[in-house]
């Protein structure tokens, strides 16, 4: 039992570091493109045009999940607006109509499910990551070697960054998931006194972990590349605060 809840809560905590590291950089990435030019639209507008792949992507993903539910879809837009005084930028919108918090919880899922399938082809297929296998870890400097020198490693790498930090969801999207969580909670406890994980039907249990294992690979990928962009953006900050004396005031 304890092996099989192993996965879910490595999960949960990959998934919490990548929210942490997404607000990061929603605040230093255009930040330090403030600093520069001194112009909050010039920064939201890098910002975005940046990311659009993934933009693109999130609402699309949305747009597609609420057509296969049933559920009304309105207008689609796309394009920056600053949130909370540049603590928080929205990069783009779908109406959705009213539904319950089921279709509505997994609409807003939609783009974390398409962005990680999209990461893992890329890093598998574009990058030749062995997905899943623990020899990436073990023999990480030879890895890191062989997957730059892939064709266009650069590209796939843009792709997986533009990707991954558009592809969590938003303030908005994740406001019916409290009444899922009660819901899932229940039924958490009814298994837990009827005899805990082993009721699951085998086949539905181990769906499921490799599913969640697939995810933490992706979110794993992402944070290392996340870590690595959020180094350079303080460097880049530390040296213009030195050379100009210039320093974010919205954080």
Known sequence: ??????????????????????????????????????????????????????????????????????????????????????????????????TDPFRESLIGVAPLVTGSALILYLAECRLGVEVLSSQVIVNLPVSIGRYLSAPDVWIWVYLIFAVSNAMLPSESDRRPWWTLLLYTLVMALVFYFVGGIRQIPEPVLGLGLTSVQYLSWAFGLTIAVDLLVVLLLLAVEALIWLLLGRRLDWL
Do not use: C
């Open 1 to 98: 039992m304890q092996g099989s809840w192993g996965p879910l809560f490595s999960f949960l905590a990959l998934l919490l570091l990548l929210m942490v590291l997404r607000r990061v950089l929603n605040q230093h990435l255009p930040g330090v493109i403030y600093l520069l030019t001194r112009s909050e639209e010039l920064a939201f507008l890098f910002y975005f045009l940046l990311l659009l792949p993934g933009v693109v992507l999130h609402e699309l993903s949305h747009w597609l999940a609420a057509k296969l539910l049933g559920v009304r879809v309105g207008s689609l837009s796309l394009g920056p607006k600053s949130m909370d005084g540049g603590k928080r930028i929205e990069m783009g919108a779908v109406r959705i109509g009213s």
